[in-house]
C-alpha cells in the first residue's frame, strides 16, 4: 500500500507549468529566486487543498472542509523551492492563483516524506491532501484513507498542536476546537 496521487485534468498540469514559467523569467522575487536552478525546474506532486472555516474548526468537523484549490511543489532537483496553487474560477476553468515560497514549501516536502515511513501508510492506501484553517494560521497534510484519515500540522503552527506530528481527527479537533471557539467568540468590533 502507498500514498497515492489523485491528478488534476492535464490542463491544471499545462498551466501551472506555463505560470511558473512565466515568473521564472520575470524579474520579481520569485522569479529571481527560482532561476537559481532554473534548469533542473519542474512542478510535481500535485494535491487538492481543502479549507475549513472558523466555525467548522470549532465544531471540529472536518467533512466540512471544502475542496478550494490544486497545489503543486515547484521543484528543482531535490529540492522544494515553491508551491504553485490553481484554483477553479466560474465555469470550473482552472486559474493561478498564487506562488508561495515560505516555510509550508518545505513543509510540504518534509510531511510526504515523513508519510512515507509509517507503518500505517505501508498497510493502507492514502491520498495526499491539504487542510487550510487560515483563521487559525493552520496547514496540514492531511492523509485521506478509506477508513482512517491521519492530519499532521506544518510549522510554523498553533502552539496548541505539535507540528510534525501525526494526528487523528479526533486528536487533532480535541486541541484545536477550543482555540477555534475562542477565536469566533472574540469581539473584535470597533468600540466608541
Not at 485534468?9 to 506555463?18: A, D, F, M, N, T
Not at 487542510?131 to 510549522?155: F, K, R, T, Y
Not at 479526533?170 to 469566533?184: G, I, N, S
Amino acid at each position: 500500500m502507498s500514498l497515492k496521487t489523485v491528478l488534476p485534468p492535464q490542463q491544471y498540469l499545462e498551466i501551472v507549468s506555463k505560470s511558473v514559467g512565466q515568473l521564472m523569467a520575470g524579474p520579481e522575487v520569485a522569479g529571481a529566486a527560482l532561476r537559481r536552478g532554473a534548469e533542473q525546474t519542474e512542478v510535481a506532486a500535485p494535491h487538492e487543498v481543502y479549507s475549513l472555516g472558523l466555525a467548522d474548526a470549532a465544531d471540529g468537523d472536518l467533512w466540512k472542509a471544502k475542496k478550494t484549490a490544486w497545489r503543486y511543489l515547484v521543484m528543482q532537483g531535490n529540492r522544494a523551492v515553491a508551491a504553485a496553487e490553481l484554483s477553479d474560477a466560474a465555469g470550473g476553468t482552472p486559474v493561478f492563483t498564487h506562488l508561495n515560497t515560505g516555510p509550508f514549501v518545505h513543509g510540504t516536502k518534509q510531511a510526504i516524506a515523513q508519510a512515507e515511513t509509517l507503518k500505517v501508510v505501508a498497510e493502507h492506501n492514502f491520498v495526499v491532501r491539504l487542510l487550510a484553517i487560515p483563521a487559525l494560521s493552520v496547514l496540514a497534510l492531511w492523509l485521506h484513507g478509506e477508513n482512517q484519515d491521519l492530519l499532521c500540522p506544518m510549522p510554523p503552527t498553533d502552539s496548541h498542536l505539535t507540528a510534525n506530528q501525526w494526528y487523528s481527527p479526533a486528536e487533532f479537533f480535541k486541541l484545536l476546537a477550543p482555540v477555534a471557539a475562542a477565536h469566533q467568540a472574540f469581539d473584535n468590533s470597533p468600540h466608541a
